[in-house]
Each structure stands twice: as C-alpha cells, then as structure tokens.
C-alpha cells in the first residue's frame, strides 16, 4: 500500500514556542491531506483538509490561527501549532487518500508541552 | 456533517467467542465505511472496508455488515485471540472526488479485551 511518513515522530516544547510537524506521501501525490487530533483514550477528531495549492479546510471550533497548515506541494503537507500551550498536548496523526481507496495515515506525532 | 456512533466503548470477551462491535451513521451520502485497529501510541491500521454498493464482505475471521436503509454497520470478529486485544475505529466518508475531500470521520472507538 501507499506510504505516508510523519515527522517527528515525538517533541517536547516549551510553552508558547511553534512546533512543525510534517507530512509527506512518499509513493504517490496527495491533492488532498487530512490533520487528526487524538487525546488519550479518545477519537481520532479531524482538524482539517489541507488542500494543496489552496487554503486548508478546518473544522468548526478549529482555530486557523493557531493551527497553521501549509500544504505547498503534492507530497508534503505541514501542521504548524503556534504558541503552543499544555492543552495542545496531544498525538496529532495525518492521513491522505489515494482516490476512492483506504487512507493511509502516517505514524503520527506525540506533542507535549511544558 | 457527518456524525458516526459506535458501540460499546469496551468489550470483554473470552478467547474463542465473538465480538461485535456496532456503529450507525447519519449522512446518508456516505458511501466508504471502513475499520481500523489502534494499538497504544500507533497509527490506525486498516482491518476490513467495505462500500455502499454491498451488504457484506468478510475476510478469514473479520466479518462487516452494512444496512444502508438503517445507516448502520457492524465488524464481527470470530475466534477471538488475545493479540485481538486492542481498540477499534469506524468510519464513514463520502469518498473522494467530483467535489468530495473523502474526510474520514470516526466513531469514538471500542476498547476490546480479549481474555485468555
């Protein structure tokens, strides 16, 4: 199946720093990514469908100030949390479809802030 | 939007009995329903899908129904081990294309426990 890698794969930031995490498909092109968040025990919830090229898509109660997403080519797309806070701390995990087909997602990043 | 339940949230069972998990949807577009198993601090891994054009697909112990009339389906696990032990997701997208992003939203998950 398609791969898509995450990076990093853990950081720990101290509080009010910006933390980026990347995402890229590595076997094919993705017009289209999708940022999850996931607390402990809990969901995956969707954050937002970055599209390439174009302005991401976030879902309600998503601020896109603070969760900047840039996805300026067809393989790689990026979730910048700004001034990050200890309750942004969390696995934040991305995924990409390859037309009509199962996602795949990437390993995923465990963010905690101090 | 799209609003996917799933239950129960946790399910104990011997090794070698079944286990059913349940979730129910409410966009009726809906047309891709799949299901992932989550072990601790790991990705999503696709176990079973299944689309809106069949009512049923199976795979060696990995079973899923679909009732699109009811906007409900279900994953039946059979002959259950203990490295089934895990949690549990379902999902539900439009798919993609023809202006659809293919979102996935999931269900809240199902902690199962598959006892030796």
């Known amino acids: 199946g398609a791969v898509v890698s995450q990076h990093p794969s853990w950081v720990i930031c101290k509080s009010g720093t910006s933390v980026k995490i990347e995402c890229r498909s590595l076997?094919?092109?993705?017009?289209?990514m999708f940022w999850y968040r996931q607390f402990p025990k809990q969901s995956l919830m969707l954050m937002a469908t970055?599209?390439?090229?174009?302005?991401?898509?976030?879902e309600q109660g998503v601020e896109k100030d603070k969760f900047l997403i840039n996805h300026a080519s067809l393989t790689l797309s990026t979730l910048t949390v700004t001034s990050a806070h200890p309750e942004d701390s969390s696995f934040y995990i991305c995924s990409a479809r390859v037309s009509n087909t199962e996602a795949f997602f990437g390993q995923g990043t465990r963010l905690t802030v101090v | 939007g799209e609003n996917v339940e799933q239950h129960p949230s946790t399910l104990s069972v011997q090794e070698g009995d079944s286990a059913v998990i349940k979730c129910t949807y409410s966009?009726?577009?809906?047309?891709?329903f799949p299901w992932y198993k989550q072990e601790l601090g790991k990705r999503p891994q696709l176990i079973i899908d299944?689309?809106?054009?069949?009512g049923e697909k199976k795979d060696q112990r990995i079973a899923v129904t679909l009732n699109k009339t009811a906007k409900h389906f279900s994953l039946h696990i059979t002959e259950t081990q203990p490295e089934d032990s895990a949690v549990y997701f379902c999902?539900?997208?439009?798919?993609?294309?023809?202006?659809?992003?293919?979102?996935?939203?999931f269900g809240q998950g199902t902690t199962l426990q598959v006892k030796p």
């Open positions: 999902a539900a997208t439009r798919g993609g294309g023809s202006g659809n992003t293919g979102k996935l939203i």
């Open positions: 076997d094919f092109q993705a017009t289209t």
């Open positions: 966009d009726s577009a809906s047309n891709y």
């Open positions: 299944i689309r809106s054009n069949v």
């Open positions: 970055s599209n390439e090229g174009s302005k991401a898509t976030y």
